[in-house]
């Protein structure tokens, strides 16, 4: 089974700056998740996918950050313009459906630099 | 707000010592507690779900166990692969959808 699939895996920017990642979900899961991994921390939610409706961008701060999920299966995040504090590792996991019956699998991120 | 602490935030045992790594947390309406694994590099690796006080479950030298505030991974006789950062994150229903919190994590050394 092919796992979560994230590109670039990594990318240097200046500050205000656009950015883009890609995420392609296991097939067939429903939920897709965005999380955000600064050094020394652990992931945080950006936002959660319920197929390509929004469950949860409680977290994403919307005056920046961007998110889609098109025909329910591959997602984009953008940041526009990023700051030096968007520099973090930025993961995509999915899940067949949302809620702890069933777990998340990661992709391996993407590490973002903000000079 | 939900929160999370892990400790210690690093610990360094010799190969065959066995050790617990801690997780403290206060969730509104916890349905689950996951663990995770983490490589440097990679994403976070699936462990284990528990869902109710008392439950344990082991996956080769590691056991994880709950309870109503705290749970706390177990590791017997570590293994140098045995080393990685171990994320704690428990499942809440936060602003009303699924949610994980993931604690700093505990980064395990294991020396030969």
């Known amino acids: 089974e092919a796992g979560v699939a994230q590109s670039p895996r990594y990318k240097i920017i200046e500050k205000r700056q656009s950015v883009a990642f890609w995420c392609n979900p296991i097939s067939g899961h429903a939920t897709l998740y965005w999380y955000q991994q600064i050094l020394g921390q652990g992931p945080k939610l950006l936002i959660q996918f319920q197929n390509n409706g929004v469950v949860d961008d409680s977290q994403l701060p919307k005056d920046r950050f961007s998110a889609e999920r098109l025909k329910g299966v591959d997602s984009t995040l953008k940041i526009q313009p990023a700051k030096l504090e968007d520099s973090a590792v930025y993961l995509c996991?999915?899940?067949?459906?949302?809620?702890?019956?069933?777990?998340?699998?990661f992709g391996p991120g993407t590490r973002l630099t903000v000079t | 707000e939900d929160q999370v602490t892990q400790s210690p935030e690093a610990l360094r045992l010799q190969e065959g010592e066995s050790s617990s790594l801690n997780c403290s947390y206060t969730?509104?309406?916890?349905?689950?507690l996951f663990w995770y694994r983490q490589d440097p590099g990679k994403g976070p690796e699936f462990l284990f779900t528990?869902?109710?006080a008392g439950e344990e479950k082991e996956k080769e030298r590691l056991k994880a166990t709950l309870t109503k505030k705290e749970s706390f991974l177990h590791i017997t006789a570590p293994k140098p692969e045995d080393s990685a950062t171990y994320l704690c994150?428990?499942?809440?229903?936060?602003?009303?959808?699924?949610?994980?919190?993931f604690g700093k994590g505990t980064k395990l050394s294991v020396i030969p």
């Open positions: 528990l869902y109710s």
């Open positions: 994150a428990p499942e809440g229903t936060g602003a009303g959808s699924y949610q994980l919190t």
């Open positions: 996991a999915s899940s067949l459906v949302g809620g702890s019956s069933y777990e998340q699998y």
């Open positions: 969730v509104s309406g916890l349905r689950g």
